[in-house]
């Protein structure tokens, strides 16, 4: 495992606490100095997420960190996620090829959270764990989104400015992504990757599902506990 | 003065409360049933402009509004707008060509937000009245950051939805923006636009300059009071 040196260019992660952008701060900290970005959005298992935000960012021993809110989302609804009357676990619509589960746009949001950052902090990079080859089919995972993204950027900052969103994950399987992480020594018993649960991961919604999918095809142990598999 | 009918297409229209969103919404209106969208986000003026925004809507009869706050905006900071430490009135910094009151890239939240509300409650477009010719040099006020957004919408949401960012200001000039309220009857007496006061407009700030020239030069009367012009 490398160490950050005090002259390595500042990067922002956005660590939800998930597998993913676990994964990513790892990769993230080989060339870059931290500085880690967290948003609650009304999900269902926000605190469960800053529990492991927090976890995550004392392990790696990063104090530049920002807590933010994004309240709106929720009020704003349509998705399973943030809504306690939707079914979470087997959530998609059968008119529509994305999952109830997609927040709408809501990639923009933490990505805009974090530019406005990466501006005032001096960050050259802004890292995100976006998945598209293996993940749910969501229109803000994907490659297109990002360069798109990238192109907002260079015409909405600063001239003077420079920042790059980079998706290092963005291209890999869930096998890859548990890989990496193993490879990495990424602190993975401290992430949470549960749609539904606070407690012990239910092992049964799309996203416990996909993780515990990648496990076996590493043919590795997840580090957390499950309630059913 | 044209009235909406149940059959248009819903818009959302991002309403500051300042002359430029309120003349954005008088435009709208015509061809557009309304949703009103505000956003908080720490700025000095915040409780004024909210004040503002809830007259033009009742003004207009419009039912549904959001009215959201960014909060995080004014943690992460970097701007006159947000940090009472610093000079809103001749807010430029030597070494740059961007006012010290931009927001970092204040209006990709703004533009976030209306989208996943647009997306929710199936608007078809989003109006924001950002003026690129007449106005400080933002650089997210500018006519290729929201074709850059517009390219960013189109990948980013579901396959389904389709949105456009509309920007009817964007090459006016104040003098114009003045003379096209003043033809819609917008009602500009319910705007405010000064940077730093929340009583009586301060007539010194770039946003009270930029206002008080446009009216000057449309040879009309600003119905709103000033401490100093």
């Given at each position: 495992m490398s160490s950050p040196s005090p002259g390595d260019p500042l990067a922002i992660v956005l660590l939800s606490g998930g597998m993913d952008s676990c994964v990513t701060a790892a990769l993230a900290r080989r060339t870059c100095t931290l500085a880690l970005l967290h948003v609650s959005y009304g999900q269902r298992t926000e605190e469960r997420e800053l529990h492991s935000f927090r976890e995550i960012a004392r392990h790696y021993g990063v104090e530049r960190r920002l807590e933010a809110r994004l309240d709106h989302l929720k009020v704003i609804g349509g998705s399973a996620l943030t809504d306690a009357s939707r079914d979470a676990v087997s959530a998609r619509r059968p008119d529509s090829s994305i999952p109830d589960?997609?927040?709408?746009?809501?990639?923009?949001?933490?990505?805009?959270?974090?530019?406005?950052?990466?501006?005032?902090?001096?960050?050259?990079?802004?890292?995100?764990?976006?998945?598209?080859?293996?993940?749910?089919?969501?229109?803000?995972?994907?490659?297109?989104?990002?360069?798109?993204?990238?192109?907002?950027?260079?015409?909405?900052?600063?001239?003077?400015?420079?920042?790059?969103?980079?998706?290092?994950?963005?291209?890999?399987?869930?096998?890859?992504?548990?890989?990496?992480?193993?490879?990495?020594?990424?602190?993975?018993?401290?992430?949470?990757?549960?749609?539904?649960?606070?407690?012990?991961?239910?092992?049964?919604?799309?996203?416990?599902?996909?993780?515990?999918?990648?496990?076996?095809?590493?043919?590795?142990?997840?580090?957390?506990?499950?309630?059913?598999?």
């Open positions: 589960t997609y927040v709408p746009f809501r990639n923009t949001h933490l990505l805009a959270m974090a530019v406005s950052w990466a501006e005032v902090i001096g960050a050259r990079s802004v890292y995100i764990g976006a998945v598209q080859e293996d993940s749910s089919g969501y229109p803000d995972c994907r490659e297109e989104y990002y360069e798109a993204f990238n192109c907002l950027l260079r015409v909405g900052t600063r001239p003077e400015t420079r920042i790059d969103v980079v998706t290092p994950l963005i291209h890999m399987s869930k096998e890859q992504i548990v890989r990496e992480g193993l490879r990495l020594d990424a602190p993975l018993h401290l992430t949470w990757s549960c749609y539904t649960e606070q407690e012990i991961a239910c092992g049964r919604c799309e996203s416990c599902r996909l993780r515990l999918n990648g496990f076996r095809a590493a043919r590795a142990a997840d580090p957390i506990p499950y309630r059913a598999t």
